[in-house]
């Protein structure tokens, strides 16, 4: 999984000519509304310490489908990259503790996963870069004194015991002025992170045991509408259609009429806006569980009947997901094709974000999956965003279809995404974010 530093951009095969190049015209025509706006959504819901955002770009569409709260791919970011990250960590930091000297990062649990953990040496130097102090705290029991791994990469990363002295966290004698939490609490919040004195962010009501992706894409459609509204422009075209369906079991077959019924739903919906828009392409719809990352829990359909006519393999793959924690609901949205390549290999963007600048990306490809398909599953592999200019400064003088501007767009629709979740911690946490 590891990236290649390379300077190449992939193929887009859609660069050449498709409305997307409308899309990118617009948002490179009113570039300067569009970042005021983003700066009173900032001042009225502080983003994120970070977050990351895998795109689709269907030619005709370009749209979020996943957005992370605890990015784990900071090994897949290219060094040039890093200017933009100091500065924005900087700013992130001191937002959260204008003080802290000390950053304390409480990691998954899967030691086994090298990948893993090269994004978190990748992590910890990106802090360490930027002035801080950085370690790695640990919420594995098992581990009661300091352990230093060993990493591909020949970086080598130090898990630490945790204790807890009243309200606050400690790593032997020293007490970390912030938590930066790389978990995304699956399984619930431990209680030695219950009321903590110490910042700690990404708050840990935005785990996956209480945050829905459902959630997060109806208040990315509130945010969507106000937008397009400023740019005159159609939602549809940034924002995939979805519905919720609770109780659902996969493995007793129960809650399919639900399914089946959001399926055709969204698939009605979608050909029409394909009608209205003279797209060609066959509609198809991702369910997905509801919560939950890693891309587990994730299958693409054509129809109704295909999503109730799953065998026992498919039922067994969409009932358990991250720790074997059932699923019980699911997210049934608009299936966004994906037509760009790398060495004939479907290729979609992923997005990295810290604060509210956006620092850089990759593109997560897969040889073996079709354009209508999930491609973040095992097979994948990763190569570089050319970002160093591009979502920051959009070159005006060139085509919009040009490197730097369709990385601009890719930049404006994951800050649209972060806008959503800026708002889901207000909802959940009212106004204590920093």
Not at 311 to 338: D, I, S, W
Not at 358 to 362: A, D, E, I
Not at 366 to 386: C, I, S, V, Y
């Given at each position: 999984m590891a990236i290649e530093h390379l300077q190449a951009v992939p193929n887009l095969t859609t660069s050449l000519n498709g409305p997307l190049q409308a899309i990118e015209t617009r948002l490179l025509d009113r570039q300067r509304d569009i970042e005021q706006w983003f700066r009173s959504q900032w001042l009225e819901t502080p983003p994120p310490f970070y977050g990351s955002v895998d795109l689709r770009n269907a030619g005709f569409?370009?749209?979020?489908?996943?957005?992370?709260?605890?990015?784990?791919?900071?090994?897949?970011?290219?060094?040039?990259?890093?200017?933009?990250?100091?500065?924005?960590?900087?700013?992130?930091?001191?937002?959260?503790?204008?003080?802290?000297c000390g950053i304390l990062v409480i990691p998954e649990s899967h030691t086994r996963n090298t990948y893993y953990l090269e994004n978190l040496a990748g992590l910890v130097n990106l802090l360490e870069l930027s002035g801080f102090q950085a370690n790695i705290g640990t919420l594995i029991p098992d581990i009661v004194s300091p352990q230093t791994l060993d990493l591909p990469s020949g970086r080598q990363i130090t898990l630490n015991p945790l204790t807890r002295d009243g309200n606050k966290l400690t790593i032997g004698t020293h007490t970390p002025c912030f938590i930066l939490l790389n978990n995304d609490l699956s399984s619930g919040v431990p209680d030695i992170l219950k009321n903590l004195d110490q910042p700690v962010a990404p708050p840990t009501s935005m785990g996956w045991a209480t945050r829905r992706k459902s959630r997060h894409f109806s208040l990315y459609s509130q945010a969507v509408k106000e937008f397009a509204a400023l740019i005159e422009l159609d939602p549809w075209l940034i924002d995939p259609a979805s519905r919720q369906c609770g109780k659902i079991d996969f493995q007793k077959r129960e809650g399919e009429e639900c399914l089946a019924y959001y399926v055709d739903e969204v698939l009605t919906e979608v050909r029409a806006k394909y009608r209205e828009h003279g797209?060609?392409?066959?509609?198809?719809?991702?369910?997905?569980?509801?919560?939950?990352?890693?891309?587990?829990?994730?299958m693409s359909v054509r129809s109704p009947e295909?999503?109730?006519?799953?065998?026992?393999?498919?039922?067994?793959?969409?009932?358990?997901?991250?720790?074997?924690?059932?699923?019980?609901?699911?997210?049934?949205?608009?299936?966004?094709?994906?037509?760009?390549?790398w060495e004939e290999a479907y290729a979609e963007p992923v997005v990295y974000m810290i604060d509210r600048y956006?620092?850089?990306?990759?593109y997560r490809v897969?040889?073996?999956?079709?354009?209508?398909?999930?491609?973040?599953?095992?097979?994948?592999?990763?190569?570089?965003?050319?970002?160093?200019?591009?979502?920051?400064?959009?070159?005006h003088n060139r085509a919009p279809d040009a490197s730097p501007n369709r990385f601009y767009a890719y930049g404006v629709i994951a800050r649209l995404a972060l806008v959503a979740a800026a708002r889901e911690i207000r909802e959940a946490i009212g106004n204590r974010q920093p």
């Open positions: 569409k370009l749209a979020p489908v996943d957005t992370n709260l605890f990015p784990a791919g900071f090994n897949n970011l290219n060094p040039e990259f890093q200017p933009l990250c100091i500065q924005a960590i900087q700013a992130a930091v001191e937002r959260f503790c204008p003080k802290a797209v060609s392409e066959t509609p198809f719809a991702i369910i997905k569980a509801d919560a939950g990352t890693y891309g587990m829990n994730v295909e999503a109730i006519a799953l065998n026992r393999k498919q039922r067994t793959k969409m009932a358990r997901g991250k720790e074997g924690l059932a699923v019980t609901e699911v997210l049934v949205q608009e299936g966004v094709h994906t037509f760009e390549t956006v620092v850089g990306g990759f897969h040889a073996e999956r079709g354009k209508d398909e999930n491609l973040n599953a095992p097979g994948m592999t990763f190569r570089p965003l050319a970002f160093t200019e591009s979502c920051i400064r959009p070159d």
